[in-house]
């Protein structure tokens, strides 16, 4: 069975800088392209970046594009999500997924619970 969990949400000020952990278990990690999605209360989810299985090649939002890094550890099974320069419309949950490197949800097989981040002005 797959699970991602994800981990580092919290409360930053405008300005700040948080890191977003998905550990991952349950399926052959460095096979899976993974993706960061967030969504904001009454908006669609949306895409963040996705970084290819080996860590080769990464994309961006462009709502992100300069603020975010997505890096992973294959050998821990975990990908994060490095975001800098915070601002209030990045609150949302964040979610991690398994799949094929897309911007689509579609094209992802397995999903995280998310995690809740919160940037006040």
């Known amino acids: 069975q797959v699970h991602l969990v994800e981990s580092g949400g919290g409360l930053v000020q405008a300005g700040g800088s948080l890191r977003l952990s998905c550990a991952a278990s349950g399926l052959t990690f460095n096979t899976y392209a993974m993706g960061w999605f967030r969504q904001a209360p009454g908006k669609e989810r949306e895409f963040v970046g996705v970084i290819s299985g080996i860590g080769a090649s990464t994309s961006y939002a462009a709502s992100v594009k300069g603020r975010c890094t997505i890096s992973r550890d294959n050998a821990k099974n975990t990908v994060f999500l490095g975001m800098n320069n915070l601002k209030p419309e990045d609150t949302a949950v964040y979610y991690c997924?398994?799949?094929?490197?897309?911007?689509?949800?579609?094209?992802?097989?397995?999903w995280g619970q998310g995690t809740q981040v919160t940037v006040s002005s």
């Open positions: 997924a398994a799949g094929t490197y897309s911007y689509y949800s579609k094209s992802y097989d397995y």
